[in-house]
């Protein structure tokens, strides 16, 4: 009986292809005799799918007779379709978790869900060690105006390749005061439905990477901190971007950057206040637009409208490029960008624009200033902390005032004066309406006699400083003159001569030499 039924279940296969061979190639034959008289393949494909549906259904069934009876036919894969629109390939869509795209209810819940079902989502693998690669995954806001009550932050740390992106995002009447409208930190708090997946994702992951996040964009947003909380932090994330977005209404900081490495920042505009200049409340902004507390950070092409510090710097290697300060009045007390590493800047701002406002250097060391605009009287000003200046280039400037003998770069002794001077250059610089300060000085005299004096002090930047002189004495007279530099001293220089002739002397001083 055993070794009947093998046999039986194989010539009833044998009889069940062949007459679903006969069918299908007839359905064939007729489909080809009838394709002139109908505009498309549409019936011969159902007909051909539903033959072959019927030709599995058989193999399917006399596979399973074949089998013996000890034996259970394994279950086909099954792929279960998500929920109709909640997303497309790896886009979710927020509003198909229940936010609210008029901001009329608090739709914080819905983003974290979505949010969480993306860290969900399938991985391909790992960008830097120990992240893992979300593959692009993106939140779609969908153009709308959500109202969030409380932070949004990623669920676990360890994950990149994810965007958020395409709305506004506003801050509710009982938002946390300290909390950011998006939170890139590793310290975030899972709710109740991301427990069991932070537990299982985070331990694998975040402890096994140096940062918490990679390669997180955030891009085409609004943030309205609502005068509640803040913007965007990023802490110790790598490669991160920040782009075309518009973030105002920060009661502290609109972006903060902490340790982590490369974050960019480029498109955008920030502003405490929405105006556009000429504010009667600007004495009272405050808050500081971008804080950049790590090293090797770019900000470029972004405009700063209002606040009481446009952009902090704390950490090394960073550069700034197109950016536009115009947030608080010198004359106010504001400052457009704030330098605030001495001893170890490593700084570039280049092709810049700072209106009415200006930028403080603690203690520079390697800074370059070069290529930006200072329009209304606004002017650079380095500040000693330990007396240290090094390797400082401002160069190739142009500058902007109103003749009330503003000086374009200014020194802040008040802690004690610079000691430790070396490789300063300030100098080519556009001045107009402005007092010019620079490094190098270049200056002429006239006169008969034996001693020529040329004072540099209305020039030079630093008092009784002048490393390196060079002099020429020209005199139209019979006598060839012994002569000689006597004296370097509270910037002035001697030149004489051992008998009194008719001379024009040209001097030139630079403070900024190596020893």
């Known amino acids: 009986m055993e070794a009947t039924m093998p046999r039986k279940a194989l010539t009833w296969s044998m009889f069940m292809g062949f007459a679903s061979?006969?069918?299908?190639?007839?359905?064939?034959?007729?489909?080809?005799?009838?394709?002139?008289?109908?505009?498309?393949?549409?019936?011969?494909?159902?007909?051909?799918?539903?033959?072959?549906?019927?030709?599995?259904?058989?193999?399917?069934?006399?596979?399973?007779?074949?089998?013996?009876?000890?034996?259970?036919?394994?279950?086909?894969?099954?792929?279960?379709?998500?929920?109709?629109?909640?997303?497309?390939?790896?886009?979710?869509?927020?509003?198909?978790?229940?936010?609210?795209?008029?901001?009329?209810?608090?739709?914080?819940?819905?983003?974290?869900?979505?949010?969480a079902d993306a860290f969900r989502g399938p991985t391909e693998g790992f960008l830097i060690d120990g992240i893992a690669n979300l593959g692009g995954a993106q939140i779609s806001l969908e153009g709308g105006y959500y109202r969030i009550s409380r932070p949004l932050k990623l669920p676990a740390a360890g994950v990149g390749n994810l965007m958020?992106?395409?709305?506004?995002?506003?801050?509710?009447?009982?938002?946390?005061?300290?909390?950011?409208?998006?939170?890139?930190?590793?310290?975030?708090?899972?709710?109740?439905?991301?427990?069991?997946?932070?537990?299982?994702?985070?331990?694998?992951?975040?402890?096994?990477s140096s940062y918490n996040y990679e390669y997180i964009t955030?891009?085409?947003?609004?943030?309205?901190?609502?005068?509640?909380?803040?913007?965007?932090?990023?802490?110790?994330?790598?490669?991160?971007?920040?782009?075309?977005?518009?973030?105002?209404?920060?009661?502290?900081?609109?972006?903060?950057?902490?340790?982590?490495?490369?974050?960019y920042i480029r498109n955008s505009f920030l502003g405490q206040h929405i105006t556009a200049g000429g504010d009667h409340g600007e004495r009272n902004f405050s808050g500081t637009a971008i804080n950049l507390m790590g090293n090797d950070n770019?900000?470029?092409?972004?405009?700063?409208?209002?606040?009481?510090?446009?952009?902090?710097?704390?950490?090394?290697?960073?550069?700034?490029?197109?950016?536009?300060?115009?947030?608080?009045?010198?004359?106010?007390?504001?400052?457009?960008?704030?330098?605030?590493?001495?001893?170890?800047?490593?700084?570039?701002?280049?092709?810049s624009y700072l209106d009415y406002t200006g930028i403080v250097a603690e203690d520079p060391v390697q800074l370059d200033i070069?290529?930006?605009?200072?329009?209304?009287?606004?002017?650079?000003?380095?500040?000693?902390i330990k007396g240290v200046a090094n390797g400082v280039n401002i160069v190739n400037n142009m500058f902007s005032g109103s003749n009330n003998g503003v000086g374009i770069v200014q020194l802040d002794q008040s802690k004690g004066p610079f000691k430790d001077i070396g490789k300063i250059v300030v100098d080519r610089n556009n001045v107009r309406g402005m007092n010019i300060k620079s490094t190098v000085g270049r200056r002429s005299v006239q006169g008969n006699g034996t001693s020529w004096t040329i004072d540099f002090n209305p020039v030079l930047l630093f008092p009784n400083l002048i490393k390196h002189v060079q002099y020429t004495l020209s005199t139209g007279g019979n006598a060839f003159p012994n002569h000689a530099l006597r004296n370097v001293s509270n910037n002035r220089v001697v030149i004489e001569s051992n008998v009194a002739v008719p001379a024009s002397v040209f001097v030139t001083v630079d403070q900024g030499v190596a020893n």
Do not use: W
């Open 21 to 115: 061979f006969i069918i299908i190639h007839a359905c064939a034959e007729n489909y080809e005799m009838g394709r002139h008289q109908f505009s498309g393949g549409g019936r011969f494909r159902d007909d051909m799918r539903k033959m072959q549906e019927f030709k599995a259904s058989l193999i399917r069934h006399d596979s399973i007779s074949a089998a013996p009876p000890s034996v259970s036919p394994s279950p086909s894969p099954s792929y279960v379709d998500p929920p109709p629109g909640r997303n497309s390939a790896r886009v979710y869509h927020v509003t198909s978790y229940g936010a609210d795209p008029t901001g009329e209810r608090d739709s914080t819940d819905a983003l974290a869900e979505a949010i």
């Open 370 to 384: 070069s290529n930006t605009f200072f329009l209304g009287d606004a002017y650079i000003v380095l500040k000693s």
């Open 218 to 263: 955030l891009r085409d947003l609004m943030l309205d901190s609502n005068y509640r909380g803040r913007g965007i932090s990023v802490i110790n994330s790598l490669r991160t971007s920040i782009d075309n977005c518009y973030i105002t209404h920060f009661t502290t900081n609109g972006i903060l950057v902490q340790s982590g490495h490369e974050t």
């Open 164 to 208: 958020i992106h395409g709305g506004t995002l506003r801050a509710s009447d009982d938002f946390p005061t300290n909390g950011y409208l998006i939170d890139l930190s590793a310290s975030s708090s899972p709710n109740e439905n991301e427990k069991t997946y932070e537990s299982s994702i985070s331990a694998q992951l975040s402890s096994s």
């Open 298 to 351: 770019a900000v470029t092409d972004v405009v700063i409208f209002s606040a009481s510090v446009g952009i902090m710097i704390s950490g090394p290697a960073n550069i700034l490029s197109g950016v536009h300060c115009y947030n608080k009045a010198t004359g106010f007390g504001g400052t457009g960008i704030y330098l605030r590493l001495p001893g170890l800047t490593q700084t570039r701002i280049v092709n």
